[in-house]
């Protein structure tokens, strides 16, 4: 069994950063696919950013509205999956979901079986 467990979001100000963590529970971590969604209040979970799985080895993809400023990555060593998100914007407000899903390599919602919780993000203007 998989558990995620999402930290690192807070309140900051227009142009900030900040970096979510991920920690994995479980077992063969680098046979997974994993992702962050984002969810604002009244609006569907968008993906925005994902380490995926492949054969050859992992590729990243990140949604257009967070290229260059968030980065994903990932320490095999501690299990965790990073966020860093700089030049953050109102429009970033949201709760931040961790999903993982094993040999995934797509970006929709029903490609990850595993979620965390969530992390609040919250960026005043």
């Known amino acids: 069994q998989v558990q995620l467990s999402e930290s690192g979001g807070g309140l900051v100000q227009t142009g900030d950063s900040l970096r979510l963590s991920c920690a994995f529970s479980?077992?063969?971590?680098?046979?997974?696919?994993m992702a962050w969604f984002r969810q604002a209040p009244g609006k569907e979970r968008e993906f925005v950013a994902a380490r995926l799985w492949t054969w050859s080895g992992a590729t990243m993809n990140y949604a257009d509205s967070v290229k260059v400023r968030f980065t994903i990555s990932r320490d095999s060593v501690k299990n965790t999956v990073y966020l860093q998100m700089n030049s953050l914007k109102p429009e970033d407000t949201a709760v931040y979901y961790c999903a993982a899903g094993q040999f995934v390599s797509g970006t929709s919602v029903g490609d990850y079986k595993y979620w965390g919780q969530g992390t609040q993000v919250t960026v005043s203007p």
């Open positions: 479980g077992n063969s971590f680098t046979t997974y696919g």
